[in-house]
């Protein structure tokens, strides 16, 4: 209860100010305060239904009201429902992948000797550049993501990981400029 | 999505070419004078340079076995929510040695509690934030076993046996010799701080090998090693009185003690990691010093998925 009222007040400050950045006009700011009014708890208990999580429910929840800030006219959203049920389906799959890759990494970590275990903290830090990577990859064709890959982690070879993926190392050199492409355009996306 | 610039496209057949590690004196020449060519061609080129070092940050073995798989298609892993929910805090005791040790533990504080207990012998224990203790009291001993977190003690006096006071660690054995200490799990060490009295401390596979701390000293140690006494600080104990203390601590550090104190991911933009912050902070609240921080340093908060925390140059 507590955690939810601190969220809670927090990000209504983080709301106004992020409201103030925008220069979201007085109009727009009293029709959003309206959509949270009239929406917060049903969007909450739609998340519920679905995360059977009480507080990944609540974070989510905020988490779509704060997305919904940062869009610039407020003005035309007609359908405030199905708009917040759009946003809050994208966050619950980001979710649903990283606890994914979290499981993988912890999988991966078991064949780690004890000793050699990274830290909490450690193991939070890579888990988030897991993340960030992850989905920088997503939508990569799948062989060319493998000998992206292959390259950065691995450090093989253009002919290894020819040899690997069954074809030629011209291929391969193909492959890595569309990765790299594609990273480009992803990182430019998010910068934007 | 967006359309490539040119240097876009450019700059990742370069990057292909240079990659291969067959490129030669007259590639590089050529590749250089692309660069210079333009801001736009250098610009373009740096951010496969940014992206290049994300992937060094990842440890060696880990990345490719997780990122080989792609995510499943987005139907898929709406299925699979419900699932991952119910497993999601158990999975995080898979890769720990003994998960039962945790399961079956005497006391346990969750991220963000405190708490203090009174054992029969009149000893004070203050458990920090997500420690997990056993306690082994008979009529040869009193030992605490420290399975995660952080401990202060203030051992009671009235033991009539003479029994030896000891706190057990993965690393070694500290001894009490009627006294007020606090012992601390770090991922690869032990930390002892000594505030009044005695201690002695013995690293795990050397217990011959051990030193008597004084009061204001403390010392770290693994189960072979044992560093130099260093100085004790009393506010390394104001924890156990809900207080964080910093002296011109840096951000970073404070910011990775501040997170102990909460759920989720607390990270530090390196551009502000150095600067120096220093007062008395409340870890109940941690959002609230948080937000102090915005007020006092040039920073902002950003936070994504509710629990996972960025401070960033403003």
């Known amino acids: 209860m507590r955690i939810a009222s601190v969220l809670q007040s927090s990000s209504i400050k983080q709301a106004q100010n992020i409201a103030l950045d925008n220069n979201v006009s007085s109009i727009g700011l009293s029709l959003l305060h309206d959509i949270y009014a009239n929406n917060y708890g049903w969007l909450v208990k739609l998340l519920n239904k679905k995360l059977s999580c009480q507080h990944s429910a609540a974070d989510l929840a905020q988490e779509t009201f704060l997305k919904l800030l940062h869009k610039n006219n407020h003005i035309g959203i007609i359908e405030p429902r199905a708009y917040l049920t759009t946003i809050a389906h994208g966050l619950m799959v980001s979710l649903i992948r990283r606890r994914e890759l979290e499981k993988t990494y912890l999988a991966a970590l078991a064949n780690i000797p004890v000793a050699e275990q990274p830290s909490a903290e450690a193991r939070l830090i890579t888990l988030e550049t897991l993340v960030q990577l992850d989905a920088m990859l997503d939508g990569m064709p799948p062989k060319v993501r493998k000998a992206y890959l292959l390259l950065q982690l691995e450090g093989l070879s253009y002919a290894e990981i020819a040899n690997q993926l069954g074809v030629t190392s011209r291929s391969v050199t193909n492959y890595i400029a569309k990765a790299a492409l594609h990273c480009a355009i992803f990182k430019q996306h998010l910068s934007n | ?314």
């Open chain 2, 1 to 314: 999505m967006l359309k490539p610039s040119q240097a876009m496209v450019a700059a990742s057949q370069w990057y292909a070419k240079l990659a291969s590690g067959e490129a030669n004196e007259r590639d590089y020449a050529a590749w250089q004078s692309w660069k210079d060519a333009s801001s736009k061609h250098a610009q373009a080129w740096q951010q496969l340079e940014e992206i290049n070092q994300q992937f060094q940050q990842l440890p060696p073995k880990v990345g490719l076995t997780t990122l080989q798989k792609p995510a499943p298609p987005r139907r898929q892993a709406l299925k699979q929510l419900a699932v991952m929910f119910s497993v999601g805090t158990a999975s995080w005791y898979t890769y720990q040695e003994q998960p039962w040790r945790e399961l079956l533990a005497d006391y346990k504080t969750a991220v963000g509690e405190t708490r203090e207990i009174q054992l029969a012998d009149g000893t004070q224990l203050y458990l920090n934030t997500n420690t997990t203790i056993n306690v082994l009291y008979n009529n040869q001993q009193r030992q605490v076993e420290l399975i995660e977190g952080e401990v202060l003690i203030k051992t009671g006096h009235q033991d009539t046996a003479q029994r030896n006071f000891t706190v057990k660690t993965q690393y070694g054995l500290v001894t009490a010799l009627g006294t007020h200490f606090s012992v601390r799990n770090f991922a690869d060490y032990t930390k002892a701080s000594l505030f009044e009295g005695q201690i002695k401390v013995e690293p795990e596979s050397n217990l011959g090998q051990n030193i008597v701390l004084n009061a204001g000293e403390s010392i770290n140690f693994t189960s072979t090693q044992l560093s130099r006494p260093e100085k004790a600080r009393l506010t390394d104990a104001a924890w156990s009185k809900g207080i964080l203390v910093a002296y011109a601590m840096p951000l970073a550090q404070f910011l990775a003690e501040l997170s102990r104190y909460r759920p989720g991911l607390l990270r530090c933009d390196p551009a502000v990691a150095k600067l120096e912050i220093s007062g008395s902070f409340p870890t109940q609240d941690t959002d609230a010093v948080l937000e102090t921080l915005t007020n006092t340093l040039p920073v902002r908060i950003h936070t994504i998925m509710g629990y996972w925390t960025t401070i960033q140059a403003s």
